[in-house]
């Protein structure tokens, strides 16, 4: 089964910029639509963006026009080109499949934002 790893957190100052990503092993999401997620106050993962094999793309209206997916398929990893932070982004960022949400869950990465 496809686990999932997920990198490039950290702690920035608002208006600053992250790239995470997010690695495949034991398997490739290369013909998966893929997402990004991150949990609510009650602990459900909610979807900020996903990807399609044919590039198409879903973006959370929260992060619309900061936040751009992007995917390559030969190292079977995505990522998630975080501009322009706010405090509100601070979260444990996720990825998996989607809508399936049915490979293996990683740590997730941290991000945090604060001044």
């Known amino acids: 089964q496809v686990q999932l790893v997920e990198s490039g957190g950290g702690s920035v100052q608002p208006g600053g910029s992250l790239r995470l990503s997010c690695v495949a092993t034991?398997?490739?999401?290369?013909?998966?639509?893929m997402g990004w997620y991150r949990q609510t106050l009650g602990k459900r993962r909610e979807l900020v963006s996903s990807?399609?094999?044919?590039?198409?793309?879903y973006y959370h209206h929260s992060v619309k026009g900061r936040f751009s997916i992007s995917r390559d398929d030969a190292r079977n990893t995505m990522y998630l080109q975080m501009n322009n932070l706010t405090p509100e982004d601070t979260n444990v960022y996720y990825c998996?499949?989607?809508?399936?949400?049915?490979?293996?869950w990683g740590q997730g990465t941290h991000v945090t934002v604060s001044s």
């Open positions: 990807i399609g094999r044919d590039g198409t793309t």
């Open positions: 034991r398997g490739s999401f290369e013909f998966s639509r």
């Open positions: 998996n499949r989607v809508p399936d949400e049915d490979y293996i």
